[in-house]
């Protein structure tokens, strides 16, 4: 019976600890989240969270109507795929985009797992060891990658889909920003966005536009491991990534006039990107230059001009003529930072698009895309081959042999 007591009593102690270190963790984590959410961090002095309390009848945004971002990113998905198939692909066949048939790489184990699990370029060395284990030409092994690299490309009329997708949004999401922001003061005079900051009330036609595209730009995340993957794919998360949390902290901070002008100066210039993408894809050179060339002229205006040196500077600069800084000015504008960064880097690729298109009438190449590899550069490849070989050319220390197979594998 004793020995019945002690083990109550130690059990009890046990259960008294236990509550203990709980009651202990809810306090470090109540006092880690008033940290958090103090006044001073994310508003500036003799301002806080008190002032975005609804009342007198005016609304103020509150962090759980950001909710509401998730089921409009699902309807986006939905939508998208119903968009698609309904519209995209029937302008598709109507604006003649095709696709090259291409040649299917014929089933080869040795070579399906070199490529699935060390690369997808071997190096020479490598292609000399698969064409010894295979028993195929060197020249063979090479042409089969092409094509394997080639069947998980996707083909134009996947492209076309997503670009007419995201033409749509862009369009109607500027054109329904102007009409929200174009009879605003701080639309005119940007220094008007800090105009009784924070206590500016919520308007309807900015709660919708807040959340549809934060919801929109959910969706491209959602998506984006199912999307045509670019050069640029970890320049695309990270700026849908910085996006969506510039939206939210504005949101929830009360940064909404700035937020807006952010939003529109961005979509000003996508919907021409779309849009020259998609006559790309359809073949019309001529059509596609032009619009590429006034997305080009839209593009530097918006995202080199008029945001780092009009909306930027009224968030970095003019904010401290009014307040002093605080730890919510740093937080908001380093994102601005990181956008404008990436703005400088997508520019130096729209320009390098540029330069490749203005001596001639060529087509434009999306630099970010991967290009199809044809098979004239087997042929281009083979021929070069044969000349090194009649010139005594050596390759790695042995002369190549001018294997003189036919083009069929």
């Given amino acids: 019976m004793a020995l019945t007591e002690g083990q109550s009593a130690q059990s009890e102690a046990k259960e008294n600890t236990i509550l203990y270190d709980y009651h202990c963790e809810q306090r470090m984590?109540?006092?880690?989240?008033?940290?958090?959410?103090?006044?001073?961090?994310?508003?500036?002095?003799?301002?806080?969270?008190?002032?975005?309390?609804?009342?007198?009848?005016?609304?103020?945004p509150k962090p759980r109507d950001l909710w509401a971002t998730i089921p409009i990113a699902?309807?986006?998905l939905v939508i998208r795929q119903i968009f698609e198939r309904t519209v995209a692909s029937p302008l598709a066949s109507l604006l003649g985009v095709s696709d090259k048939k291409r040649v299917f790489a014929p089933p080869n184990p040795v070579l399906e797992a070199h490529f699935c699990s060390t690369s997808k370029h071997p190096t020479q060395s490598s292609l000399e060891s698969l064409s010894k284990q295979t028993g195929c030409s060197v020249r063979q092994v090479q042409r089969w990658f092409r094509r394997r690299r080639n069947q998980d490309r996707p083909n134009k009329f996947k492209k076309f889909q997503e670009a007419s997708w995201r033409f749509t949004f862009y369009l109607l999401a500027f054109f329904a920003g102007l009409a929200v922001l174009i009879d605003k003061p701080w639309f005119h005079d940007m220094k008007l966005m800090w105009e009784d900051f924070p206590k500016m009330p919520l308007?309807?036609?900015?709660?919708?536009?807040?959340?549809?595209?934060?919801?929109?730009?959910?969706?491209?995340?959602?998506?984006?491991a199912s999307d045509v993957k670019r050069k640029d794919f970890k320049e695309q998360i990270i700026h849908h990534v910085a996006t969506i949390v510039l939206i939210t902290f504005s949101w929830v901070v009360n940064y909404i006039r700035g937020g807006t002008l952010i939003m529109l100066v961005h979509d000003a210039s996508d919907y021409l990107m779309?849009?020259?993408?998609?006559?790309?894809?359809?073949?019309?050179r001529k059509t596609c230059n032009i619009i590429f060339t006034v997305f080009a002229a839209v593009f530097f205006v918006?995202?080199?001009?008029?945001?780092?040196?009009?909306?930027?500077y009224t968030t970095?600069?003019?904010?401290?003529?009014?307040y002093p800084p605080f730890f919510g000015f740093y937080f908001f504008n380093g994102l601005m930072f990181v956008l404008q960064?990436?703005?400088?880097?997508?520019?130096?690729?729209?320009?390098?698009?540029?330069?490749?298109?203005?001596?001639?009438?060529?087509?434009?190449?999306?630099?970010?895309?991967?290009?199809?590899?044809?098979?004239?550069?087997?042929?281009?490849?083979?021929?070069?081959?044969?000349?090194?070989?009649?010139n005594g050319h050596v390759q790695n220390g042995h002369t190549v042999l001018n294997n003189n197979h036919r083009k069929t594998d």
Avoid at 35 to 47: A, C, K, Q, T, Y
Wanted: aromatic share 18%; hydrophobic share 45%.
């Fill in 341 to 390: 960064a990436l703005h400088v880097f997508w520019a130096g690729l729209i320009l390098r698009m540029v330069i490749k298109f203005l001596p001639g009438n060529d087509i434009v190449e999306d630099e970010r895309s991967d290009k199809e590899e044809t098979e004239s550069e087997d042929e281009d490849d083979e021929h070069e081959q044969r000349e090194k070989s009649k």
């Fill in 74 to 76: 699902l309807c986006f």
């Fill in 274 to 284: 779309e849009s020259a993408k998609m006559f790309n894809y359809a073949g019309w």
């Fill in 203 to 224: 308007l309807p036609s900015q709660y919708w536009y807040y959340m549809i595209e934060l919801g929109f730009y959910t969706s491209l995340l959602f998506s984006v």
């Fill in 302 to 312: 918006t995202r080199l001009i008029i945001l780092p040196f009009w909306i930027i």
């Fill in 29 to 60: 984590l109540s006092r880690l989240t008033e940290l958090i959410w103090s006044d001073w961090i994310w508003f500036p002095e003799g301002h806080g969270w008190a002032d975005l309390e609804d009342r007198d009848g005016k609304v103020f």
């Fill in 316 to 322: 970095w600069v003019y904010p401290l003529t009014l």
